[in-house]
Protein backbone atom coordinates (compact mmCIF):
# COMPACT_ATOMS: atom_id res chain seq x y z
CA UNK A 1 0.00 0.00 0.00
CA UNK A 2 2.74 2.12 0.66
CA UNK A 3 3.98 2.42 -2.49
CA UNK A 4 0.84 3.22 -4.21
CA UNK A 5 1.22 6.50 -2.16
CA UNK A 6 4.84 6.94 -3.62
CA UNK A 7 3.81 6.34 -6.94
CA UNK A 8 0.90 8.84 -6.29
CA UNK A 9 3.10 11.51 -5.29
CA UNK A 10 5.70 10.93 -8.00
CA UNK A 11 2.97 11.19 -10.97
CA UNK A 12 1.20 14.21 -9.52
CA UNK A 13 4.93 16.19 -8.69
CA UNK A 14 5.98 15.86 -12.37
CA UNK A 15 2.55 16.42 -13.89
CA UNK A 16 3.26 19.31 -11.81
CA UNK A 17 7.06 20.43 -12.57
CA UNK A 18 6.34 19.66 -16.23
CA UNK A 19 3.57 22.63 -16.46
CA UNK A 20 5.54 24.94 -14.31
CA UNK A 21 8.36 24.07 -16.56
CA UNK A 22 6.23 24.79 -19.58
CA UNK A 23 4.94 28.30 -18.36
CA UNK A 24 8.14 29.65 -17.97
CA UNK A 25 9.35 28.60 -21.25
CA UNK A 26 11.73 25.46 -21.09
CA UNK A 27 10.71 21.92 -22.07
CA UNK A 28 9.04 19.97 -19.86
CA UNK A 29 11.36 16.97 -19.60
CA UNK A 30 13.79 19.35 -17.88
CA UNK A 31 10.91 19.97 -14.83
CA UNK A 32 10.50 16.36 -14.45
CA UNK A 33 13.90 15.53 -14.16
CA UNK A 34 13.97 18.42 -11.54
CA UNK A 35 11.74 16.90 -9.74
CA UNK A 36 13.02 13.66 -9.80
CA UNK A 37 15.76 14.98 -8.38
CA UNK A 38 14.69 16.60 -5.77
CA UNK A 39 12.28 13.75 -4.50
CA UNK A 40 15.09 10.87 -4.84
CA UNK A 41 17.94 10.55 -2.18
CA UNK A 42 19.88 13.14 -3.66
CA UNK A 43 17.40 15.73 -2.47
CA UNK A 44 14.37 15.49 0.09
CA UNK A 45 14.78 11.51 0.01
CA UNK A 46 10.88 10.98 -0.05
CA UNK A 47 11.27 8.16 -2.65
CA UNK A 48 13.90 5.27 -2.31
CA UNK A 49 14.99 2.63 -4.65
CA UNK A 50 13.33 -0.60 -4.23
CA UNK A 51 12.34 -2.90 -7.08
CA UNK A 52 8.95 -1.60 -7.80
CA UNK A 53 10.65 1.72 -8.01
CA UNK A 54 13.55 0.49 -10.03
CA UNK A 55 10.80 -1.22 -12.30
CA UNK A 56 8.74 1.98 -13.23
CA UNK A 57 11.59 4.29 -13.49
CA UNK A 58 12.91 1.85 -16.43
CA UNK A 59 9.45 2.51 -18.01
CA UNK A 60 10.02 5.92 -17.52
CA UNK A 61 13.15 6.22 -19.03
CA UNK A 62 12.10 4.78 -21.99
CA UNK A 63 8.78 7.41 -22.05
CA UNK A 64 11.73 10.41 -20.86
CA UNK A 65 13.59 9.62 -24.07
CA UNK A 66 10.31 9.61 -26.48
CA UNK A 67 9.14 12.63 -25.38
CA UNK A 68 12.37 14.71 -25.55
CA UNK A 69 12.25 13.62 -29.07
CA UNK A 70 8.99 14.69 -29.37
CA UNK A 71 10.09 18.45 -27.93
CA UNK A 72 13.23 18.59 -29.96
CA UNK A 73 12.88 21.11 -32.57
CA UNK A 74 15.41 19.89 -35.77
CA UNK A 75 15.06 23.55 -37.32
Known amino acids: MEFIGILCLILISTT ?3 HLSRRIGIPAVIGQLLVGVLL ?3 GLGWVHPSVLVHNF ?3 GVILLMFLAGLESDLS
Do not use: F
Open 16 to 18: IGS
Open 40 to 42: GEA
Open 57 to 59: SEI
